[in-house]
């Protein structure tokens, strides 16, 4: 059972640079989200959606974006990587929005 | 500011006592409290729940209590076990109106270490 798959797992990027973080999950699931955890805090909300072709803004969704063309696939572009964007994303998904998220396993990204 | 709080970065208990770690919130609208449970290098994994109109609930070694009055949560793991030690996520869901998001706001994390 593979859940949610991110990749990469780890990727180095420079100042200005853009990048695409990629999430699957094959749960059948409507609710996805991406989170964002910095050092010593809590996950962040980034950008979530509801179902194919439906997207809104979370807590942090400064320099992101994101798509959702299908179930299954739900990618964050990051667009002109600034240091700031140094962080460990997840991403998750669950059936509903009163179900436990299920976490896929990160993307550490430094930007130097 | 933070609406979900875990005031105690660490946490330290020796094999087959009970670990109890402790949440702070201060959203009374919040519906839905859950705790996830985190290795290194992996997701934040589900490990139990409780909905605001129940006041404890129980799932083998772990056992979640609310205080609504007190907008406080705790976990309790009894016994501990070595496997145990990992970070511990308390995350709080917002009501959920027309066009609910499902999110969750999350804690900073307890560190747990379990001693043999």
């Known amino acids: 059972n593979a859940g949610v798959t991110q990749t990469p797992k780890f990727r180095i990027l420079k100042i200005g640079q853009s990048m695409t973080l990629q999430c699957t999950q094959d749960m059948n699931h409507n609710y996805m989200y991406w989170y964002r955890q910095d050092p010593g805090m809590g996950l962040k909300l980034i950008y979530y959606s509801v179902g194919a072709g439906i997207t809104d803004k979370g807590e942090v969704p400064n320099g992101y974006n994101v798509s959702r063309s299908t179930t299954e696939d739900f990618p964050l572009r990051l667009e002109l990587a600034a240091p700031s964007q140094t962080s460990v994303y997840f991403c998750?998904?669950?059936?509903?929005?009163?179900?436990?998220?299920?976490f896929g396993d990160g993307t550490r990204l430094s930007i130097l | 500011d933070q609406q979900v709080k875990q005031n105690s970065p660490s946490l330290s208990v020796q094999e087959g006592r009970i670990s109890i770690l402790n949440c702070d919130y201060t959203?009374?609208?919040?519906?839905?409290f859950l705790w996830y449970k985190k290795y290194p290098a992996e997701g934040p994994t589900f490990l139990i729940s409780i909905s605001s109109i129940k006041d404890k609930n129980e799932d083998g070694r772990f056992t979640v209590f609310l205080n609504k009055s007190a907008k406080h949560l705790s976990l309790h793991i009894v016994p501990s076990q070595p496997g145990d030690s990992a970070v511990y996520f308390c995350a709080a869901s917002p009501p959920h109106y027309g066009g609910s998001q499902g999110n969750l706001i999350f804690g900073k994390g307890t560190k747990l270490s379990v001693k043999p």
């Open positions: 959203n009374s609208m919040f519906d839905y």
């Open positions: 998750a998904s669950s059936s509903t929005s009163g179900q436990p998220q299920h």
